[in-house]
């Protein structure tokens, strides 16, 4: 049977039993009381009102959810933007510390280079200073002198030349012999510029070389005659002690071996 079939024997089932279904329902008075009714027809209407304020309420509760979720759309937007900003200016700072630090340590480069070119340059003032005094006292010396110097210092082409010429270590073995000879012939006016000749010499040489060769000997005035460090005056005794030193004498810094000893006069 379908439902269509169904459907019409149960609409003839009523109309064929209508007479006793009103009868029923003309009788429902007598079996329930009228109160009941309005009681629940109250209860009904009281229910369909607390229906329609659950519903207003769930629909301002809906409208506050959405606001609620607006809001909190918009704050995880604006976290977001912030957080893309505060890792850009992150990135922006690492960046520009880097490039800071690049900075000092070029600063820190360039300073020392300043320091050391600035060391150099006063080392070249200093040494060309002495270069020009050197080249002003050889000057003032005889033309026979410095007719025996040329082979050391040259003409007096420049004063490169004159430099050149000095730091030759051979050179300073002739200047000091030169001076000593000058010195132990006596009195001598230009014995005191060639001392001082011999000094910036001898600086020069060291000076020019990474590691100094050469050291002055330590004759001190009161020690014993000694012909290993020392050589004595043509008016000196035979055997005594130093009494005034002429000229200081050097050897080899690395083995100790003397070039020349010290001229010292003796009493």
Known sequence: MDEKNFSEQILDAIKANAFEIKKILLNLDD?????????????????????ERLKKNRTRLENEIDNKTS????????????????????????????????????????????????????DYNKNYSDLEQAIAAYKNLSDET??????????????????????????????????AITMNNGNNSETEILSKLFDFGFNAVN????????????????DDFSSSTMRKTSDSPQLGTVKKILLDGYKYVRTNKIVKPSLVSLG
């Open 31 to 51: 079996c329930v009381p009228k109160s009941d009714f309005v009681d629940a027809l109250e209860k009904l209407h009281q229910t369909e009102l607390e229906v």
């Open 71 to 122: 809001e909190i759309t918009d704050l995880l937007r604006q976290h977001t933007d912030l957080s893309d900003k505060v890792y850009n200016q992150r990135e922006e700072l690492e960046r520009r510390q880097n490039s800071l630090k690049k900075a000092q340590d070029k600063i820190s480069r360039l300073e020392t280079e300043l320091e050391e070119k600035n060391s150099r340059l006063a």
């Open 146 to 179: 410095k007719f025996s110097l040329e082979g050391i210092f040259g003409r007096e082409n420049s004063p490169m030349s004159f430099l050149a010429g000095v730091l030759q270590p051979g050179h300073l073995e002739s200047l000091f012999e030169f001076v």
């Open 207 to 222: 000076s020019g070389r990474r590691e100094k060769i050469f050291a002055r000997l330590n004759v001190q005035v009161g």
